[in-house]
C-alpha cells in the first residue's frame, strides 16, 4: 500500500506564500511522477504542477511564474512552493503519485483572502 500525507496548507492573504509538502510511503517504483492538484468548490480537480522522477516538470498555465515544484527522491517528498497567491488559488489541494498505480493524498485547504 501507498501513503501520501500532505502539509503545509492554511489562510493566507493575496500576495503571500505557502509551501506544501507531500510525503509517499510503502510501495513505490523509483520511476514515478508526484505532482499537485486541486478542486475548488463546484469545480473539477485540476492539475496544477508534476514532476517526474527525472526532474521534467509540467505547470498550469495559471500559475506560471508564482508556484514551484521540487521533490527530494531520496525522502520521497514533494513540495509546492506558492507564491504571489491569488483568491481564486483557494482550493483544496491534492498530493498525488502515479508509481505505476494512481495514489491520492487527502488534501490540504488553501484560503486566500482578498
Known amino acids: 500500500q501507498v501513503q501520501l500525507v500532505e502539509s503545509g496548507g492554511g489562510l493566507v492573504q493575496a500576495g503571500g506564500s505557502l509551501r506544501l509538502s507531500c510525503t509517499a510511503s510503502?510501495?513505490?517504483?523509483?520511476?514515478?511522477?508526484m505532482g499537485w492538484y486541486r478542486q475548488a468548490p463546484g469545480k473539477q480537480r485540476e492539475l496544477v504542477a508534476l514532476m517526474t522522477s527525472g526532474g521534467s516538470t509540467n505547470y498550469a498555465d495559471s500559475v506560471k511564474g508564482r508556484f514551484m515544484i521540487s521533490r527530494d527522491n531520496a525522502k520521497n517528498t514533494v513540495y509546492l512552493q506558492m507564491n504571489s497567491l491569488k483568491p481564486e488559488d483557494t482550493a483544496v489541494y491534492y498530493c498525488?503519485?502515479?508509481?505505476?498505480?494512481?495514489?491520492w493524498g487527502q488534501g490540504t485547504q488553501v484560503t486566500v483572502s482578498s
Open positions: 510503502g510501495r513505490i517504483f523509483r520511476i514515478n511522477t
Open positions: 498525488n503519485l502515479r508509481t505505476p498505480g494512481d495514489f
